[in-house]
Structure formats: structure tokens, C-alpha cells
């Protein structure tokens, strides 16, 4: 997922261990219960060494699967990396808990800290290439007991779309029923945007049960000015364009952010919050902005905050009941408030 690039390791490490920030948030901007909504099925985002079996027990009744980030492409786009050590204790977790576990595989550049184009086309364009490394996949989903994997495979283009439609044929069979293949895409404002971005969803629709649209990082600080993290214009705009492209809404999951950015004033370099960590720092200059449906606020030293807690949640959740989606999916547990 996007979110990872200014990913805050120390900060939700500290969520973790349990200490979110001892300053308060003023009472308009602290997260009241959830709306009641009927209730849809859900994915948590998991980063792994950041969450353990009992830091699920806060969200098990809101939730139906967790997606365990996860493992990547290597440079060459011939080999995945090593699962995470305790991802296996993980997948046990969850189906004690009667929640099924995905597998995420993604094209991140860790020495870039960024999705990588050239690793994608690199595993894409070659046949050998996707061969082996679903190979290595369905060992590691055996291995661990994932239900299936989930595709986070971003920064594509237009040429990689035929690869993508093979890979994602390849992978399915390969792990047969009943582990499933599902994706997670980036937002675009049309169907031909969503084609140019290398989805061709005539046919990876029929290969996958779901399609998670990645609903923010509209903006982010290393990235863009300040703005909303995931505005729900924007997000209207990019659910309609995939119904448009022809994803069935039964299939797809409404990708929600539960975390927020900051921009410096004084131009350095800007952090990923979480919710509580957002709303101690932007205190009673807190502001609700009903149009983007999120949280922001310009501290005294020029610093912009924008956040999407609880109550963007729920709107969100509005928006996918109201285009009859098969559900949502949040990341990320050590960043978001409470389901």
C-alpha cells in the first residue's frame, strides 16, 4: 500500500507497545462510537512487526480478514522475499479468531523506499519471471496457511497490463480453490485512466473475488502540497470510474485510510500519523472539513495536518452501502482508530 512510503516505524511501534500520545484532543475531534451502519465485510490491514495475536483481539468483532504486509518482488522480478517471522503465527491468530488471512505481494523497493515500475515490469514481462515467483508464492501461502493472496502491485502502465492479466490467471490456478486472489488498485479519475494504469479488468475480473480500490494518498508529503489524505470527492470520483470500467460492485472493497500527514512549515520532510497521534498534535485548532469529510488543521508554526479517523470511516462507509460494494478494507491496525 502507498501509505508505506513515509511509513512512521518508531511512531506505531509505540501504538503497539500501547502508548499513543498523553496530550488530549479537544472533545469535537475526539472519535466518538462508529455510526450505526449495517455492517459490511471487512479487511484490516496488518503490518507484522507491528501487531501481535492479541492486538487483534481490539478489532475482531468489526472485521472479517486481515491483509498481512506482506512480501516483495525482488529487484530482478525473479524471486519474493522470505515471509515476515512471524506471519504464521499471524494466520493462526486470525483463524482462531474466525477471520481468514491474505497474503500481500508487492512490487516496494526498499531501497527506495518506493513502488517500483522497474520491478514490476521486471516480474511482468517475463514469463520465466512470473513462473517462478508464483512458484515461491503458493510454497509460502501452503507453508503458512494463508486463504489467499492479495496483489499490491503499483506505479504499473499501459504495457503492463497483458503481463498483469497472466500473471493474475497464473497465480489463481496455481493456488486453486479454495485460497483466492484478489487486488489492490490505485485510484483514477476514468476508465481509460484505470487502463492506462495496466488494468485491464475484462480480464483479471473473472481471476479475482475481490478488488480493493486504494481510496488515499490523494496527497501526501512526500508527494504533493497539503490536502486531504483521501477526500471523499475524490473517492466518489475513483469508485464510480471503476464501476464505470466494469468491476462489479459485488467484487469490490471501498480501500479506506485510518491514519493521517503532516507538512512542516519550515519545509522538512513530513510523517505519517496515526489517528491519535494526529488529533494530539492539532489540538483545539482541529477542523472538520464536511466536503472532504476529514480531519485538518494549520498549526502556529505553518505545519498542515490532514487525518481520515472514525468519522471519515463512517462516511466512506456511507458511500460504499450506497453503491451496494461487497465491503471495505482499512489500513493500517497500528495506525487507525478503533473499528
Keep these: 500500500m502507498r501509505s508505506r512510503i513515509v511509513f512512521s516505524l518508531a511512531l506505531a511501534t509505540s501504538l ?5 500520545a498523553a496530550i488530549a484532543a479537544p472533545p469535537d475531534s475526539t472519535p466518538s462510537p462508529s455510526a450505526t451502519l449495517p455492517t459490511m465485510p471487512t479487511e484490516l490491514y ?10 487483534l483481539d481490539r478489532d475482531t468483532h468489526a472485521i472479517t480478514t486481515i491483509g498481512i504486509d506482506g512480501v516483495t518482488v525482488s529487484a530482478a522480478g525473479n524471486a519474493v522475499s522470505k515471509l515476515p517471522a512471524n506471519a504464521a503465527g499471524l494466520v493462526a491468530a486470525a483463524h482462531s479468531r474466525g477471520l481468514t488471512a491474505d497474503l500481500l505481494l508487492s512490487n516496494y523497493d526498499t531501497v527506495t523506499s518506493d513502488f517500483s515500475a522497474k520491478i514490476a515490469s ?11 515467483v508464483i512458484t515461491q508464492l503458493v510454497a509460502q501461502v501452503t507453508a503458512a496457511g494463508f486463504d489467499g493472496v492479495q496483489l499490491d502491485l503499483e506505479s504499473l502502465g499501459a504495457d503492463d497490463a497483458a503481463g498483469l492479466a497472466a500473471f493474475t490467471t497464473q497465480l489463481h490456478d496455481s493456488l486453486g480453490a479454495p485460497r483466492s486472489v484478489s487486488m489492490a488498485v490505485m485510484a483514477e479519475s476514468s476508465p481509460s485512466r484505470y487502463r492506462d494504469a495496466g488494468y485491464d479488468f475484462a480480464q483479471l475480473t473473472p481471476q479475482l473475488a475481490r478488488v480493493v ?8 508529503p512526500s508527494f504533493s502540497k497539503p490536502g486531504p489524505v483521501g477526500g471523499l470527492p475524490w473517492a466518489t ?7 464505470a470500467a466494469g468491476v462489479p460492485t459485488a467484487r469490490i472493497d471501498l480501500g479506506i485510510a485510518g491514519y493521517g500527514y503532516s507538512w512542516p512549515g519550515n519545509g522538512s520532510d ?3 500519523l ?11 485548532l482541529a477542523r472538520w472539513d464536511s466536503t472532504q469529510a476529514e480531519w485538518t488543521a494549520t498549526l502556529p508554526d505553518d505545519t498542515v495536518v ?15 452501502l450506497s453503491r451496494n460494494l461487497h465491503g471495505l478494507a482499512v489500513w493500517e491496525l497500528s495506525l487507525t482508530d478503533p473499528l
Design 213 to 220: 480500490l486504494m481510496a488515499y494518498d490523494q496527497h501526501g
Design 46 to 55: 496488518v503490518v507484522p512487526d507491528l501487531a501481535n495475536a492479541a492486538s
Design 274 to 284: 496515526s489517528d491519535d497521534d494526529s488529533r494530539a498534535l492539532a489540538g483545539d
Design 122 to 132: 521486471a516480474l511482468l514481462s517475463s514469463a520465466e519471471n512470473r513462473s517462478a
Design 237 to 243: 470520483t475513483a469508485l464510480d470510474a471503476l464501476i
Design 270 to 272: 513530513g510523517k505519517q
Design 16 to 20: 503497539l507497545l500501547g502508548g499513543c
Design 306 to 320: 490532514w487525518w481520515s479517523d472514525a468519522r471519515s470511516r463512517d462516511a466512506r462507509h456511507s458511500l460504499a
